[in-house]
């Protein structure tokens, strides 16, 4: 067999561009090589464990459908849908929910994010996100998951529940191990943090115009331009870390020098930076206005993805309620 991949994005949106350099990239480096198996799914029902639209849920769902496709997902390649489609993924996160205790999944640093974020809403399905998490990967047996640094602790509870799993009733689930790309952490464009769809501002669409993309890089914050060291942190460092992911190494080392001796002008920078980033996005653009046109090239992947992802997930399911002595 060979080694599977699973991946999934929170459907709360469009795709940015930290999600397609940090995870995206990924991806498709991993659904290129033949070695691997990959699956990449919408987790809508990860969806609901927060505050949610349902009206806009599904539209939302579908989009994070066309922004993998034009982003250059291949349905050749990986198994591409939705997870409300696999309902066993939610069979097997109750299954597995009997060997994880309460106080455990209270520590974890995203859930007492989360609690903070919405404190009206501390559910159930909140504490259980990285069980359902958990299933996702394992339903598949797959062992690398391409994702931010951030989902580590969840890595760290499928590894837990796949040693319990194993260790109870005897199932052969793989320990994890998560998949990182070069640029797996993509800064904000407003200077602290990393890019991110809760905080306005600090990203870019991969769709974006061209004003859009001069504009959201005009606000971001800089300096005099001049100095004794180049700062490692904050708007300035930031910037440069976009010339390098997208006008190479060379160019970054040219505005550090200038930083050092003549000086910076963010202004022909931001230019510059602006024009890289829309052309490199341009094959993506592109690709999404002729998705966008034909709709039903979309929902086929997902129908087709969903009955291929589900006779995977229907046998491991399966194997685990025979194990666990329903059979
Ligand atoms: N928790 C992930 C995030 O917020 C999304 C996710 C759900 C996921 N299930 C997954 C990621 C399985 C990787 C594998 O980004």
Redesign the pocket.
Known sequence: MRLRV?????ATGRLHLGNYLGAIKGYIELQNDPQYECLYMA?DV?TITTPYDPKTLAVATRNIILDYLAAGLDPQKAIITKQSLIPEHTELAFLFASVVSVARMQHLPTYKDKIKQFPEHVTMALLNYPVL?AA??LIYQASL?P?GLD?EP?LEITREIARKMNQLYGTTFPEVQRFTTPTASVPSLIGEGKMSKSIEGSYLNLTDSLETIEARLAAAPTDSGQGKVVPATGGVANLLTFVEIFEGQAKRQSYEHAYTTTGISYQALKRDLAKAIYQDLAPIREKHRTLTAKPHLVDEVIHQGAKRARALAQSTLHEVKEKMGFV
């Open positions: 699973f991946s999934g994005t929170r987790v990860h998490m996702d990967i998951v994702c989902q969840h």
